[in-house]
């Protein structure tokens, strides 16, 4: 059955509703059903809905727990005193537990554009469950679970399209992809992190307008990069948007890179190096790295290449600058591009920096304890661990570098930590007698 229908005329479009034991109660989270069932008993409708009923349906283990419902945003904070509304385009009730954050929507419909400029830049109209079900992004993310009477209730075509491990836009996918560029992002995570492949019209509207990505706000890009990079798919994301052309627009750093053609000699592709770093990014504890170390991981390798063979379209001369020199002028573009903030380009530099570093001792030879007393050697630490992982060099230096940093080096003399005694307090500054004015008598 073709359920891609037009969002905005999706109001008598009947649910497939299905039965379902593939859901295991014991992985839906109690404090999920605790708000969907304290919404119900007050009359509203409530699911479960999107990605959580997505994983729970591939029987794999949901990050977060999302709610929509027919209560409005003023109505949800009625019923439950722990309830914090957020966002200006798209208004949310965030309830808050102990450990957790229970996101819960008002059902929404699609926003009616009108003119050539499809941008969403408001996303507040309310609508109903079919509404709210066809103006989701993909087939797969539309369904929503009802956990009390346990069944799927499917208006867009879910089911079969997870049966089918396809990855399809909801809609006309030309439309969708231009009301919000994110989604060629978004597409891609999904594919890489579910293993799915993405349905010919959906790649297809991706493809020709990839541009568009330039016209989403910096701090939704740099969200989704980071969210590629601790998907555990970094890698086949990375590999994706070099296929489908979105690389170059989102970071043609790092694509001007990828499009060197090997040299004389070379054993092999230059991106080569920077797929496996990222393979052992999804190998590693990605989830506890830092975003600069995670920043760097993809940065380090076109600052090496720059160094070994120069590249004109830098404006750099090559093997005479610095590896924290060059990171500093990748990243200039970057911080504009992607809104990253300052301290974190400051770090990568650092880290980077670093890499070259640690690469000229050997095993024996210790770490001067200057670098291993600066604060961002735990980091540059974690990204050498993660090169080690990649090529599986270095790993008895890495050990001695851990023993070192656990070791924890006295501070310098002329910063002194205070001893066991001390209190911490500051010294009482004695204050100064003010003086006497000439030619004026005491009591005078």
């Not at 003119?115 to 609508?127: C, E, P, Q």
């Not at 919000?180 to 992002?185: E, G, M, N, Q």
Request: glycine share 6%.
């Amino acid at each position: 059955m073709d359920r891609q229908t037009d969002p905005l005329a999706a109001e008598d479009v009947a649910a497939a509703v299905i039965p379902t034991r593939n859901i295991v109660a014991g992985r839906i989270d109690a404090d999920a059903m605790k708000v969907v069932r304290r919404l119900r008993r007050f009359g509203h409708s409530a699911y479960l809905v999107g990605g959580c009923v997505r994983d729970l349906m591939l029987r794999r283990r949901p990050k977060d727990f999302d709610v929509a419902t027919s209560a409005r945003p003023n109505e949800i904070r009625k019923l439950f005193r722990n309830c914090r509304l957020i966002g200006r385009r798209f208004r949310l009730a965030h309830i808050i537990f102990r450990d957790k954050v229970i996101e819960t929507a008002t059902f929404r419909a699609a926003v009616d554009n009108h003119g050539d400029d499809l941008l969403i830049r408001s996303d507040n109209v309310f609508g109903s469950e079919q509404q709210d079900a066809y103006r989701r992004d993909f087939t797969i993310n539309g369904l929503f679970y009802d956990p009390v009477e346990r069944h799927i209730i499917d208006y867009v075509g879910g089911m079969e399209d997870l049966a089918r491990r396809i990855l399809r836009f909801i809609g006309e996918p030309e439309v969708r992809v231009q009301e919000d560029p994110v989604r060629i992002l978004r597409a891609i995570r999904f594919a890489a992190r579910l293993g799915f492949s993405i349905e010919p019209a959906t790649y297809r509207a991706m493809q020709r307008y990839r541009q568009d990505v330039s016209r989403c706000a910096p701090p939704r890009l740099l969200e989704e990069v980071i969210r590629m990079l601790r998907s555990g798919a970094a890698q086949q994301c990375f590999q994706l948007m070099w296929e489908c052309g979105v690389l170059p627009v989102l970071l043609p750093e790092v694509a001007r890179f990828l499009a060197r053609s090997p040299e004389r000699g070379e054993e092999r592709e230059p991106g080569a190096g920077l797929f496996a770093y990222l393979r052992a990014l999804d190998a590693g504890e990605r989830e506890l790295l830092s975003n600069p170390v995670l920043l760097a991981a993809v940065l380090l390798h076109p600052v090496a290449d720059i160094m070994e063979h120069g590249c004109r379209p830098y404006g750099l001369s090559g093997r005479e600058s610095a590896p924290g020199e060059i990171a500093r002028l990748l990243l200039r573009g970057i911080i504009q591009r992607l809104s990253l903030p300052r301290w974190q380009a400051e770090r990568i530099q650092q880290v980077i920096a670093t890499q070259f570093r640690l690469r000229k001792l050997r095993p024996g030879m210790r770490a001067p304890r200057v670098l291993l007393r600066r604060n961002y050697f735990p980091e540059a630490l974690d990204l050498f661990s993660c090169g080690v992982r990649a090529t599986s060099h270095g790993r008895r230096l890495l050990r001695q570098l851990q023993r070192a940093t656990r070791q924890k080096p006295p501070a310098p003399a002329a910063v002194p930590e205070p001893g066991p005694t001390s209190t911490g307090a500051k010294t009482r500054r004695r204050r100064r007698r003010p003086r006497r004015r000439p030619g004026k008598q005491a009591g005078g």
